[in-house]
């Protein structure tokens, strides 16, 4: 099997797990430290594979201001990443570098073995507004 690299350099990434913890009501609130649980390398692509925003305004939102990032995690990662935040931080884009995102879904590594290169996450963020 060829392996080629991504066609993006990678940056700097941190990634903060949550931790859960029940409020008075019995419902699970997500709680992040302040210091990243995961510091790694990541490449990153702004948008999705299929952007479409005709669903995308609403009353609160009237232009349509959802923010998404595709970044890819190496295959050395061994984390659950569903509820987690994910930021990066090129040194040449200080407006990315000052973004966290909120991770989308509950995202899986595909095959190691069988993907090819050194990065087999692919993590859709949106971007965090708390």
């Not at 392996?3 to 940056?11: E, I, L, Q, Y």
């Not at 990434?13 to 409020?23: F, I, N, Q, S």
């Not at 061994?78 to 570098?97: H, Y």
Request: aromatic share 10%.
């Amino acid at each position: 099997m060829l392996s080629r690299p991504m066609p993006f350099g990678a940056v700097p990434c941190m990634v903060w797990l949550p931790t859960y913890a029940e409020d008075a009501y019995g419902n699970r609130r997500a709680t992040y430290d302040e210091e990243p649980d995961v510091v790694t390398e990541c490449c990153y692509a702004p948008g999705r594979s299929t952007p479409d925003t005709s669903d995308d305004i609403e009353e609160d939102r009237p232009y349509g201001v959802t923010v998404t990032v595709t970044f890819f995690l190496p295959k050395s990662l061994q984390a659950d990443l569903r509820g987690a935040r994910i930021a990066c931080a090129p040194p040449d884009d200080p407006a990315m570098a000052a973004q966290t995102f909120d991770v989308v879904g509950t995202p899986y590594s595909y095959p190691r073995a069988n993907t090819p290169g050194d990065y087999s996450w692919c993590i859709e963020g949106v971007a965090h507004l708390g």
